[in-house]
């Protein structure tokens, strides 16, 4: 079974700090995809990246990073010199092969950055 | 402008009603989703379509039914016998189904029912 763990429900944190959001997936299957998605207070989500199995390559966007390791099932998401638009809800998702193409969306974290 | 549109915004009714909430898609997207989420809490998927005319139930669908008689469009109708309704709700979509792809979502629609 599909499961995603947000152990951080809210984070709080000064401008220019820098701050992880963990995200701890659990999956039987080899092939799987993760997503992290953004929910500002607009109430829209926008995704930020996806991540497939096989690709263990850290990516870089700018003030944003992700950090992916197999080995802790472990997808984390990093945001550099943090600023006040950064405030909002992330979540990360987990797709697989054997749950018909259906996502797993973890609780959320609500970021909160402080000017 | 391509994107998700869900409308309304905000919408009223009274226990008892069934209501309709609007999804239309631009983005030639085969699957469509759709979502619930309560304060404080993650999504949950209430149903999805991976293709015209076919959708299957997601988690929490009790209470809720859809249709998807065409490709850019994807209506869920909040039944009378979906006991806690209020809720905000969201649309989205993605390339395909499978899971392979990123979701796309729409504003969402607030729904309050008295």
């Known amino acids: 079974a599909q499961k995603v763990t947000q152990a951080q429900t809210e984070i709080s944190v000064v401008e220019k700090e820098d701050v992880t959001l963990d995200c701890v997936y659990e999956?039987?299957?080899?092939?799987?995809?993760l997503f992290w998605y953004k929910q500002p207070p607009s109430g829209e989500l926008v995704f930020l990246i996806r991540?497939?199995?096989?690709?263990?390559q850290n990516e870089i966007s700018g003030r944003y990073s992700w950090n992916f390791q197999k080995s802790t099932s472990s997808f984390n998401f990093t945001i550099t010199a943090s600023q006040v638009v950064d405030s909002a809800v992330y979540f990360c998702?987990?797709?697989?092969?054997?749950?018909?193409?259906?996502?797993?969306f973890g609780d959320g974290t609500t970021l909160t950055v402080k000017p | 402008d391509g994107g998700i549109t869900q409308s309304p915004k905000y919408l009223f009714r009274k226990e008892g009603q069934n209501v309709t909430l609007s999804c239309e898609q631009n983005?030639?997207?085969?699957?469509m989703y759709w979502y619930r989420q309560d304060p404080g809490q993650g999504l949950r998927l209430i149903y999805y379509?991976?293709?015209?005319?076919?959708?299957q139930k997601g988690d929490i669908a009790e209470g809720y039914s859809v249709s998807r008689e065409k490709k850019e469009s994807f209506p869920l109708t909040v039944t009378s016998a979906q006991k806690n309704p209020t809720a905000f709700y969201l649309c989205?979509?993605?390339?395909f189904g499978g899971g392979t792809y990123e979701q796309y979502f729409g504003p969402g629609t607030r729904l309050t029912v008295t």
């Open positions: 989205a979509s993605s390339i």
């Open positions: 999956t039987r299957d080899t092939t799987y995809y």
């Open positions: 991540r497939n199995s096989f690709d263990e």
């Open positions: 998702a987990l797709s697989d092969n054997t749950n018909a193409g259906k996502s797993t």
């Open positions: 983005l030639n997207h085969d699957a």
């Open positions: 379509s991976q293709i015209v005319n076919d959708f």
